[in-house]
């Protein structure tokens, strides 16, 4: 029986390099026929793959990658990349290329070349940290103020926090410990008030709220793997994603107080797990047939059902816990005394996470309309999905609290241990009562305003927020009275700050002038009429 005929790849690369990585890659699979000329090829390559020894212009590299998919087409691009890369990674993601590998060893490239030789995806970039400026604009005197506030700030709040975990025994050492943090957060928010925009508190918060006794992140690493282009693949590599992130345990490192936060870590880790997979369940049962099409109602009204689902899975269908003296299950008496069915205003039209995880719609990213399978599409994709797995389980956990409140016995088996005591509880959820007035009444009618949203998105272990920036005008419209009188103040600061600007400058041109022209002419004649007093009493002497 004749062999079947070997996958011809096109290896571009230094002479040392090719050959050494055509070698290697011929002996981790004899079907690979490796070639390092163009001009070696019987006819068209199964893949193309550039290995890249240092980068000086993306642009370039653009304009290369972009050739060579037209003259090797439909055989996918291979880019093999440094691992010093003055580059962002939104600035990768947008080369031209089916994979991009940086700083690879043999089993990460025969994955990829895998991967792409079945029509999918690899990316595996090690770039988080920004790229060097080449020009460094100047900070002005607020600029500088701002970000030297705020990094003395965040250092001090690292030191305490570190050393109130855990909390000291000496009730009037963690006292004192805890004041100084409010003290730091407040001289914080008065910097942000003064010296930053609106914006800069959100942005801040990620790296401030950090310093809760765990190390400052690593420059971020990127992995995607797609084994088709399609929704379903684009659906199972974001789940895996956030799977991962879910199961390593999260931090919060959003500038807010959260509900989940009060949830015992376990507890916490099934919800969210329970919460995807209903999402899946979900999704299966939209995709497909004419169910798509009216995707947005069907979704409505499968939520509260989605979340009994992970009440259930979380707290567990056969769980048992004394309650007056009798036994009775958990899911039985949460899903009784829980209210599933609330919504919260936040979260964003689900049509743009639903329909390019249903029928392949493509995404807006950046005035770019991209593919579903499109890295920046789906890491976009995974910031939609992430936000609505938060805010839902935000949801189901104020439920919890406020079930575990009417339930001392629950309180061990739900909450963390430092929630057990009422007051601890009342505690906890007097705050998340008062940030979630404060949010409905003042902040959420500035971002409507503002024409802002904030996501919540997982990254690296941490929940962080992100500003999304896009109309609101039909939900700033449906505001109550109190939300529209903050919204009213808000637009009448922006139509007086001007006139106050100038009436502050006129004010100061007008002392100048009394501090030059009048005072100081005054001061200048007083001064000679004493120079010639004394002058004439010398004379005499």
């Known amino acids: 029986m004749a062999s079947s005929s070997p996958v011809r790849i096109l290896l571009l690369a230094p002479d040392l390099l090719g050959e050494s990585l055509a070698l290697q890659l011929t002996t981790a699979n004899p079907g690979w026929d490796v070639l390092l000329k163009p001009d070696q090829l019987p006819g068209h390559p199964a893949l193309v793959v550039w290995s890249i020894d240092a980068v000086t212009s ?16 439909p055989a996918p691009l291979l880019l093999l990349l440094p691992p010093d890369v003055a580059a962002t990674r939104e600035q990768l993601l947008s080369l031209s290329a089916s994979g991009l590998l940086q700083n690879c060893d043999l089993a990460t490239l025969t994955e990829s070349i895998e991967a792409l030789l079945t029509g999918g995806r690899f990316v595996r970039l090690e770039t988080g940290s920004p790229s060097p400026q080449l020009e460094t604009p100047t900070m002005g005197f607020g600029q500088w103020a701002l970000m030297s506030g705020l990094q003395q700030i965040s250092h001090d709040l690292q030191v305490i926090e570190a050393m109130l975990n855990p909390p000291p025994t000496q009730l009037l050492l963690r006292l004192l410990m805890e004041g100084r943090c409010r003290e730091l957060r407040s001289a914080r928010d008065l910097l942000l008030m003064l010296w930053g925009p609106l914006q800069l508190g959100l942005e801040d918060a990620v790296h401030l709220k950090t310093s809760t006794g765990y190390p400052r992140p690593q420059p971020e690493s990127t992995a995607i793997t797609l084994r088709e282009r399609n929704s379903t693949a684009v659906w199972a590599a974001i789940r895996d994603r956030l799977d991962d992130s879910v199961q390593a345990g999260l ?28 999402l899946d369940s979900v999704l299966n049962q939209l995709r497909g047939g004419d169910q798509a099409l009216c995707m947005e109602s069907m979704w409505e009204q499968l939520q509260p059902e989605l979340r009994q689902q992970a009440v259930t899975a979380m707290a567990g269908s056969y769980v048992q816990i004394p309650r007056n003296g009798e036994l009775e299950s958990v899911v039985t008496v949460l899903l009784k005394q829980a209210d599933l069915s609330g919504d919260d205003g936040d979260l964003p039209d689900p049509t743009a996470m639903l329909a390019p995880l249903l029928i392949d719609q493509p995404v807006l990213v950046n005035g770019q309309l991209l593919p579903a399978d499109d890295p920046r599409a789906l890491l976009q994709l995974e910031t939609l999905v992430s936000n609505w797995l938060v805010r839902t389980a935000e949801l189901i956990g104020s439920e919890l609290l406020e079930s575990c409140g009417q339930w001392p016995e629950l309180r061990r088996y739900l909450l963390r241990d430092s929630l057990i005591a009422t007051r601890e509880l009342d505690r906890l959820r007097n705050r998340l009562n008062s940030q979630m007035r404060w949010s409905d009444w003042v902040d959420r009618p500035i971002q409507l305003y503002e024409s802002q949203r904030t996501l919540f998105q997982l990254r690296q272990g941490r929940i962080e927020p992100l500003q999304l920036i896009e109309p609101r005008d039909h939900e700033l419209n449906q505001l109550g009275w109190w939300q529209r009188q903050v919204a009213l103040l808000l637009e009448t600061r922006d139509a007086l700050a001007p006139q106050v600007q100038g009436l502050v400058r006129r004010l100061g041109d007008l002392a100048v002038v009394l501090l030059t022209q009048v005072l100081g002419r005054a001061i200048g004649l007083v001064g000679r009429g004493i120079a010639q007093g004394m002058g004439r009493s010398l004379g005499r002497g």
């Open 251 to 278: 931090t919060n490192a959003t500038g807010r107080l959260l509900a989940i936060e009060g949830l015992h870590p376990e507890r916490r880790r099934e919800l969210l797990l329970a919460l995807l997979q209903q």
């Open 58 to 73: 993306l642009g370039a590299i653009q304009q290369e990658a972009i050739r060579l998919g037209e003259r090797w087409q």
